[in-house]
Antibody, heavy 122, light 107 residues
Framework: QVQLQESGPGLVKPSQTLSLTCTVS??????????WNWIRQSPGKGLEWIGHIYYDGTTWYNPSLKSRVTISLDTSKNQFSLRLTSVTAADTAVYFC??????????????WGQGSLVTVSS | DIQLTQSPSFLSASVGDRVTVTCRAG??????LAWFQQKPGKAPKLLIYAASTLQSGVPSRFSGSGSGTEFTLTISSLQPEDFATYYCQQVNDYPRTFGQGTKLEIK
């Protein structure tokens, strides 16, 4: 059973960098055929896709955040990470790490972390 | 970006009711649509993918249909555990986008 767990600071100051790590267990992030995503949800709001990374390091980012986002892999630790620079209060959200798995026919957002609340405040 | 518009945004229903939620895409997305259920304080849970395929372990009272730009999620007989917020999501193009959500409440 694949499990994902987010970790990182719960409080970040404005203009600083938000950094989160997702630890994957029950499967290897370098085994291929899966994308590893970050999705966020602002308090009381809907879901926003931030971006994802393929096992070979190829990334896709939401254009609305692209200039501030980096997603990377650490295959030795079976982790992937999110960096979001120059944060403002608008970046306050619950951040989810999510596997987009290939079932042979289709990509599915099938495994989600529990979410990590990050508040941007001085 | 492909905009997804869900209707209604709020739905009040009773246990045993049949309910339908609609998701309309701003452009054709074939069948590249998924539905998620989210309960307060929890991560979304995948219910349906490819517009109509039930994810493993999801009760058969959930069903999805549609193709192109119009899609529906139907719950045939509401159970107490079904009261939650439902989101559609498209995976036809980048960036991946979600509908604004439909909150299903107990009448």
């Amino acid at each position: 059973q694949v499990q994902l767990q987010e970790s990182g600071p719960g409080l970040v100051k404005p203009s600083q960098t938000l950094s989160l790590t997702c630890t994957v267990s029950g499967g290897s992030i370098s085994s291929g055929d899966h994308y590893w995503n970050w999705i966020r949800q602002s308090p009381g709001k809907g879901l926003e896709w931030i971006g994802h990374i393929y096992y070979d390091g190829t990334t896709w980012y939401n254009p609305s955040l692209k200039s501030r986002v980096t997603i990377s892999l650490d295959t030795s630790k079976n982790q992937f990470s999110l960096r979001l620079t120059s944060v403002t209060a608008a970046d306050t959200a619950v951040y989810f790490c999510v596997r987009e798995g290939w079932n042979g026919d289709y990509y599915l957002f099938d495994y989600w972390g529990q979410g990590s609340l990050v508040t941007v405040s001085s | 970006d492909i905009q997804l518009t869900q209707s209604p945004s709020f739905l009040s229903a009773s246990v045993g009711d049949r309910v339908t939620v609609t998701c309309r895409a701003g452009q054709v997305i074939s069948n590249y649509l998924a539905w998620f259920q989210q309960k307060p304080g929890k991560a979304p849970k995948l219910l349906i993918y490819a517009a109509s395929t039930l994810q493993s372990g999801v009760p058969s009272r959930f069903s999805g249909s549609g193709s192109g730009t119009e899609f529906t999620l139907t719950i045939s007989s509401l159970q107490p555990e079904d009261f939650a917020t439902y989101y559609c999501q498209q995976v036809n193009d980048y960036p991946r986008t979600f509908g604004q959500g439909t909150k299903l409440e107990i009448k």
